[in-house]
């Protein structure tokens, strides 16, 4: 059986690659350049923009998995697009969406990303096609609490600063969260629609300190910044690219929570993530 996995090099197709190979499957690496890929890798050159070559690449697939990467938007809804286009013509047997933590299962929320958006785009387009397809839909990942100005004073001061409030409820989930749901939405074709990742309920601040004060070995606290404070924290590592950043945890200070619904992994497929002590352990933090 034979998946194809886009962003195979990134921090979510990388692991997804990885538990699909463990566990014996052909997994094939789509990427821009596989020449940084080891050379026993099987590996393929796409382009998301290139409908003619994506569809090359998924012809006879067992399974697809795709996520759009951090750009404009029009460049995004081109891309979107050209996936669902390939997707209609190569007919895999399979195709597994990540929202990258954008919020697609919640309509009645000021942060739900629009109808015209890159993401509801590749949504609609691809599970028009008939294909079987599932999207899987984390929030926040924990792997942002690793940035250095976040896990540097966690170490350091005993301090986790972060920017939201100390009793703002996350539904936290890792990169090694989402693979597992991936992997199992792309064995099992069962389950369709959306699935939610995540902790539920959501964590609040004094449980990613809690974990945190358990993983260091010292007493940590976490304390709430304002998204300018943080903004100016990432600004000489992410430089504009911080903007961004900067705007999102704005929008989520004017709502009272980041929780998943009841269409989760943990109800959907018996997945529940990682206690935070744990994800933290498996990295030898």
Same mark, same amino acid.
């Given at each position: @059986?034979?998946?194809?996995?886009?962003? /195979?090099?990134?921090?979510?197709?990388?692991?997804?690659?990885? +538990?699909?190979?463990?566990?014996?499957?052909?997994?094939?690496?789509?990427?821009?350049? !596989?020449?940084?890929?080891?050379? /026993?890798?099987?590996? =393929?050159?796409?382009?998301?923009?290139?409908?003619?070559?994506?569809?090359?690449?998924?012809?006879?697939?067992?399974?697809?998995?795709?996520?759009?990467?951090?750009?404009?938007?029009?460049?995004?809804?081109?891309? $979107? $697009?050209?996936?669902?286009?390939?997707?209609?013509?190569?007919?895999?047997?399979?195709?597994?969406?990540?929202?990258?933590?954008?919020?697609?299962?919640?309509?009645?929320?000021?942060?739900?990303? *629009?109808?015209?958006?890159?993401?509801?785009?590749?949504?609609?387009?691809?599970?028009?096609?008939?294909?079987?397809?599932?999207? &899987?839909?984390?929030?926040?990942?924990?792997? #942002?609490?690793? +940035?250095?100005?976040?896990?540097? !004073?966690?170490?350091?001061?005993?301090?986790?600063?972060?920017?939201? !409030?100390?009793?703002? !409820?996350?539904?936290?989930?890792?990169? %090694?969260? &989402?693979?597992?749901?991936?992997?199992?939405?792309?064995?099992?074709?069962?389950?369709?629609?959306?699935?939610? =990742?995540?902790?539920?309920?959501? %964590?609040?601040?004094?449980?990613?300190?809690?974990?945190?004060?358990?993983?260091?070995?010292?007493?940590?606290?976490?304390?709430?910044?304002?998204?300018?404070?943080?903004?100016?924290?990432?600004?000489? @590592?992410?430089?504009?690219?911080? *903007?961004?950043?900067?705007?999102?945890?704005?929008?989520? #200070?004017?709502?009272?929570? #980041?929780?998943?619904?009841? #269409?989760?992994?943990? /109800?959907?497929?018996?997945?529940?993530?990682?206690?935070?002590?744990?994800?933290?352990?498996?990295?030898?933090?």
């Amino acid at each position: @059986m034979t998946y194809i996995i886009h962003g /195979a090099t990134g921090a979510q197709g990388s692991p997804v690659l990885n +538990l699909l190979q463990q566990a014996g499957h052909e997994a094939v690496a789509a990427v821009r350049d !596989p020449s940084g890929l080891p050379a /026993a890798a099987a590996s =393929v050159a796409v382009d998301l923009s290139d409908a003619a070559a994506l569809a090359e690449a998924y012809r006879g697939a067992d399974g697809v998995f795709v996520h759009l990467p951090m750009g404009a938007p029009a460049d995004g809804r081109g891309q $979107a $697009a050209a996936i669902a286009a390939a997707v209609a013509e190569a007919r895999p047997a399979r195709v597994v969406i990540s929202t990258s933590g954008q919020i697609v299962d919640a309509p009645e929320s000021p942060l739900q990303a *629009a109808p015209d958006s890159a993401i509801m785009t590749l949504i609609d387009s691809v599970t028009a096609t008939g294909v079987s397809t599932a999207v &899987v839909a984390p929030r926040l990942y924990l792997e #942002n609490l690793l +940035l250095p100005v976040v896990l540097g !004073p966690a170490r350091g001061e005993g301090v986790l600063r972060y920017p939201l !409030p100390e009793s703002f !409820p996350v539904s936290w989930s890792s990169h %090694l969260d &989402v693979a597992d749901v991936v992997v199992r939405l792309l064995l099992d074709a069962s389950v369709t629609g959306t699935v939610a =990742v995540g902790h539920r309920p959501g %964590l609040v601040g004094a449980d990613l300190a809690g974990a945190f004060s358990t993983g260091l070995g010292k007493a940590v606290g976490y304390e709430g910044i304002s998204p300018t404070a943080f903004g100016a924290l990432i600004a000489p @590592m992410f430089g504009p690219a911080a *903007a961004p950043v900067v705007g999102l945890y704005q929008a989520l #200070n004017a709502t009272d929570g #980041n929780v998943i619904g009841e #269409n989760n992994a943990q /109800a959907l497929l018996e997945l529940a993530p990682r206690p935070v002590s744990q994800w933290l352990a498996d990295l030898g933090i």
